[in-house]
């Protein structure tokens, strides 16, 4: 192996985007799979990734995201109200195209049909 030199106050930057599709850490890393997060029925235990930084959203270290946590939690209350109360249908036939800066988001928007959930 060759050593990397790597100059004095260089900045060193980690793909999430591939780093998370890295079929050596995620088996099947293209396709959607929630179960990957889910905890064990019987322990109640997180999955254990093939790697500690394996999946980095928000960093890792001393440097990561301070607001994870609170970023997270806004996530799932906002995610819970939204399936409480509306339907979403995808609007078929859109080019969806990642825009990778430091949030990921479709680069030309994401269309969806949303109406009231009937109680």
């Known amino acids: 192996e060759h050593p990397i ?5 260089a900045s060193i930057l980690v793909d999430a985007y591939t780093l998370h599709r890295r079929s050596d850490l995620w088996p099947r890393p293209l396709e959607f799979d929630y179960t990957r997060w889910m905890r064990d029925l019987k322990t109640n235990l997180k999955p254990k990734l093939a790697h500690s930084f394996a999946y980095l959203p928000f960093a890792a270290g001393p440097r990561s995201c301070i607001g994870q946590n609170f970023a997270l939690l806004e996530a799932k209350l906002m995610l819970a109200m939204f399936v409480e109360k509306c339907n979403f249908d995808m609007v078929p036939g859109q080019r969806i195209v990642p825009d990778v800066k ?6 030309y928007g994401l269309l969806a049909k949303i109406s009231r959930r009937e109680r």
Do not use: G
Not at 5 to 9: F, S
């Open 5 to 9: 030199r790597i100059p004095k106050d």
């Open 102 to 107: 430091i949030t990921m988001r479709p680069k």
